[in-house]
């Protein structure tokens, strides 16, 4: 064990690179090693020889305190790190936590969106309070559950329901643990994005990241590139055509022969010296019923807490999806899969989760979601990026993802939980539904609740799932 409370962040990278060229122990490595020394070496290999992986042996924990939610998705936007941010479910919000834009300060904006910030969060609280007296009074208590018990079952559900009005400019805590080389990345991200908050955590982290190991977050620079694809790319997206018929949930594209691919696989894996052509041919001789058969012995000693094989990566499938930016915060968590999203806009509406509409808040809930709604439309026609800050988590979001059958079964398993909020519940039902269609002998063994659908969600926790 390399120790980091003996040796620097540095000095631990080179002496795990030192490994391919040295045949001395790891512990000699390390005490030949000086910081200067383990400088010289990263320059040498990881900058002039573009052995840059050396730089993942180099891990930091950053702990980011009071970051809007909005400049989190583009912290947590790298696939390679690890993450923990304060919860809109376990957790409350005050009244005054939320980000002002510097882009905003001192212009014709900042009081109508200070204004429209202090709406939505005393809408929050005073819904959070109707909420849970509603809920309270109309909600039968478990047999055997105690007072206290109960009280916190009221208001966890009571706090699912008021999320739906945080501002993605709600500030939260999130710490995050990424090694050198994906750092050095994100915080180019961050320097080239057009959110000056996002910049500012950039050079943060940046600074923070040079004190730790300077020689390998040295390049992380604004990158010209990203800036101008961003760019140039968005004047071209504009010309497309909106086909829209109004869908919220498409499947796009998937393998066709999914289920054989991961067979054949599988097959070619355990068979010893079959090449994956034979194995694929004789996959295609089964008939449904023996290939029913094969995926039952393969699934049948599957334990509660054991993955599919890495086989089952081989059937992927791309959906186009639009959820509520609540979902959206926990579906973007999800690592193993291509994510594209769109902007948050005010553009496709909003949710109405029904416990609001049962309470009789429905008027005081429409007046901040839609004031919040204007607002963003009037500050995007002046910065579009800006204008997302204002739109609370109930605003809806458009969605591109590839997802294979290994993380569809994760995916679903999580988040169609019984514990899981009802938003992101509606979505991995209707992956897990699409799935059954697309690939029945396999999506059977998906562990979704029973009895339930996405409709049978959305008409049990929604009144409307898009008001514009
Ligand atoms: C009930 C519930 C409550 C939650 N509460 C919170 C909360 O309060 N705050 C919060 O921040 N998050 C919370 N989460 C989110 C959760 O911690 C996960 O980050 C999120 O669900 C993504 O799933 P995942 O990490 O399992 O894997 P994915 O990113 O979907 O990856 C799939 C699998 O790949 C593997 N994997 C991926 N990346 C790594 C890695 N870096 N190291 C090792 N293995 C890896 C794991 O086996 C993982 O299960 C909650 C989730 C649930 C279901």
């Known amino acids: 064990m390399l120790s980091p409370q003996d040796l620097s962040p540095e000095t631990i990278a080179v002496t795990f690179a030192k490994t391919s060229r040295s045949p001395k122990p790891f512990d000699e490595i390390a005490a030949e090693l000086t910081d200067e020394r383990s400088a010289q070496f990263h320059e040498k290999w990881v900058v002039g020889y573009g052995h840059a992986s050396v730089a993942e042996h180099t891990v930091l924990h ?74 309270h009074e109309t909600t039968a208590r478990e047999d055997g559950e105690s007072e206290t018990a109960f009280a916190r ?25 990424i090694n050198a080389r994906a750092l050095e990345y994100a915080i180019c991200k961050m320097l080239s994005h057009p959110l000056i908050e996002v910049r500012e955590i950039g050079e943060t982290l940046r600074e923070v990241g040079m004190r730790e190991a300077p020689t390998l977050i040295k390049y992380a620079n604004c990158n010209d590139y990203m800036v101008a694809t961003r760019n140039k790319m968005h004047d071209e997206g504009v010309k497309v055509q909106n086909r829209d ?35 694929l041919e004789y996959v295609r001789t089964l008939s449904g019923a023996q290939r ?87 500050l995007a026609e ?35 939980a019984k514990n899981a909020h009802f938003s992101i519940r509606r979505v991995a039902y209707r992956v897990a539904e699409a799935i059954n269609q697309i690939y029945p002998l396999l999506g059977k063994y998906l562990e979704v609740p029973p009895n339930e659908t996405h409709q049978g969600i959305t008409d049990k926790y929604f009144s409307k799932t898009k008001i514009n």
Not at 172 to 177: D, I, P, S
Request: include cysteine; charge should be negative; hydrophobic fraction near 40%.
């Open 62 to 135: 950053l702990a980011l305190e009071y970051v809007s939610r909005l400049a989190i998705e583009t912290i947590e936007g790298n696939r390679l790190a690890s993450y923990t941010e304060k919860s809109t479910r376990y957790q409350t919000w005050d009244g005054t936590d939320f980000h002002v834009p510097k882009e905003v300060r001192g212009t014709q904006f900042e009081s109508p969106y200070i204004d429209t910030c202090n709406l939505l969060f005393d809408t929050y609280a005073s819904l959070a309070a109707k909420t849970s007296a509603y809920l």
């Open 153 to 177: 079952r009221i208001k966890s559900d009571a706090t699912d329901v008021c999320r739906f009005l945080l501002p993605a400019a709600s500030l939260a805590n999130v710490g995050m643990t």
């Open 245 to 279: 018929d109004g869908a919220d949930f498409t499947l796009i594209d998937y393998d066709q022969a999914g289920e054989e691919a991961v067979l054949a696989a599988i097959l070619f894996r355990f068979g010893s010296g079959r090449d994956y052509h034979s194995c």
């Open 292 to 378: 029913q058969e094969l995926f039952e012995t393969l699934m049948s000693d599957r334990g509660k807490y054991d993955q599919p094989l890495r086989e089952f990566e081989y059937a992927q499938m791309t959906f186009d999806v639009v959820m509520d930016q609540g979902a959206y915060f926990e579906f973007k968590r999800h690592r193993m899969m291509t994510q594209t999203v769109q902007p948050l806009t005010a553009d496709l509406g909003f949710a109405l989760p029904k416990v609001i509409m049962d309470c009789g808040c429905e008027k005081e809930y429409l007046q901040a979601m839609r004031q919040a709604g204007e607002l963003s439309a009037e």
């Open 382 to 416: 002046w910065n579009p990026d800006v204008a997302s800050y204002i739109l609370p988590n109930g605003y809806n979001r458009r969605v591109l993802f590839t997802m294979n059958l290994r993380e569809a079964f994760h995916f679903c398993r999580l988040r169609a």
